[in-house]
């Protein structure tokens, strides 16, 4: 029987949880990895004279107890996006996904464990305009924004357009996803756009593209450049000819991404800036379960490393 200092919920190919994993293994930490699409195969109980929660697999037993638990790394998003909702789910499949999200929840019962991050927390920080009123509140720079879905006079001549929220869609076998795009003001102020809202945004240009990976106290930025300029469209469109470079950021602006994921209840942010030309730092927005592996990668920044240390309560 193993009594567990560290809970992992992610997916069997998260790869980025493989990291976590492999620095607690390193330091010989007591975890326990549970993958979502793999709840089947455990033997799980809980009752309510102990709370303890008993996990059986591979006939190895876990116990996990709020008096010894120390951190749990939770790897998903919570909105419903996240059960992956495809055209046809089988009855069995419904119950799946939504009981075991359930249990996921009700892991809320460790209250005394550091959340990396704690799910209700994550949900209220996926919420787009609630990102920008806190970094506007905290004295960030914003981009002017607008949600509507009513067409609108606008002033300037392009806009960025993009979804409220990640747009992911199921089209067959096959899976769709929504990128920032850039578009004339007539072409958005002729566009059908009623049937859902839609982010019109500022356009920024030139600018380059910071990403800020905040674990706990740590900040970690990175410049993301093609040929050593900045990238005029959403980056991910072109990611395989843009570089991923190191830097540091303006004290101020360092500490105003950590009092962000602070307010928010956070202990991990994923945060899009943009640099102006004019030396000028705007937030964008923040991913409480955003990607960070490959930065790892691309710059070999520590970040499992921070990460164990907020999971083992260095910080």
Partial sequence: MT????????????????????????????????????????????????FDINVIVKNNEYIVSDERLKAIYYRAPVFLRETNQTEQRTIEKQ???????????????????????????????ENKILQLKYAKELGFNIPYTLVTNTNVKLEDERYVIKSLDTAFFYMGEKEGFVYSNILKKDEIENANINL??????????????????????????????????GVDIDWRIVKDDVEFTTISLPLDIETKCIQLVESLGLKFGAMDLLKTENEEYIFLEINPTGEWAWLVHTTGQSIPQALVDVLVRKQ
């Fill in 3 to 50: 009594l567990v200092d560290v809970l992992v919920i992610s997916d069997k190919y998260d790869f980025t949880t493989d990291f976590v994993c492999i620095e607690l293994e390193k330091r010989k930490v007591k975890y326990l990895r549970l993958n979502r699409d793999e709840f089947y195969k455990y033997k799980i109980q809980v009752d309510t004279n102990s």
């Fill in 95 to 125: 119950l799946y996904d939504e009981q075991w999200m359930s249990f996921v929840r009700n892991l809320l019962i460790f209250e005394n464990a550091v959340w990396v991050n704690n799910p209700a927390k994550t949900y209220k920080a």
């Fill in 196 to 229: 859902a809202p839609i982010t019109i945004q500022e356009l920024i240009n030139p600018k380059t593209d910071i990403r800020v990976t905040v674990v706990g106290t740590e900040v970690f930025a990175t410049a993301i450049t093609s040929k050593g300029k």
